[in-house]
């Protein structure tokens, strides 16, 4: 007979490793680190403006391409027409290949590889409110 303990440790275990990366414990602390590398392109806080890239205050749960004043590709702006909405689970996605998520967008960025800093960084970016 398996002691219940050994039983509930297998349980929590099994459950952690099946559990989606964009969904487990972030750290926005880490996430800002992560945005250091955006930065050359985006704006978070509370005097960001549109750059090369648009700003990103409130982008988590935003209809893609509908930052007022940025000029998004078509494809970009397409995609917010039929519905993509920038979720935590298509962020997640996006930052890992931009380019294979949105074919043609004009972000050039080769993604951030590492789920960890994936999750991280949009822990961070859920924390800069929208204007």
């Not at 509930?8 to 275990?13: A, E, G, Y």
């Not at 972030?26 to 750059?51: I, L, T």
């Not at 996006?94 to 080769?110: C, D, H, Q, S, V």
Request: glycine letters at 10%; proline letters at 6%.
């Amino acid at each position: 007979m398996r002691h219940p303990c050994c039983v509930l440790l297998v349980s929590l275990v099994a459950l952690g490793w099946t559990q989606p990366a964009a969904s487990q414990a972030a750290d926005p602390d880490n996430g800002k680190d992560v945005f250091k590398a955006c930065r050359a392109c985006h704006q978070v806080g509370p005097d960001a403006k549109n750059g090369i890239g648009p700003l990103l205050n409130g982008i988590v749960e935003r209809k893609a391409g509908t930052i007022a004043g940025f000029g998004y590709s078509d494809v970009n702006k397409e995609a917010g027409t039929k519905g993509l909405v920038w979720t935590e689970d298509n962020l997640f996605k996006y930052l890992e290949n931009p380019a294979a998520f949105m074919p043609g967008n004009k972000m050039t960025y080769a993604g951030v590889k590492d789920e960890v800093d994936r999750r991280d960084l949009i822990a961070y970016l859920k924390q800069q409110p929208g204007k």
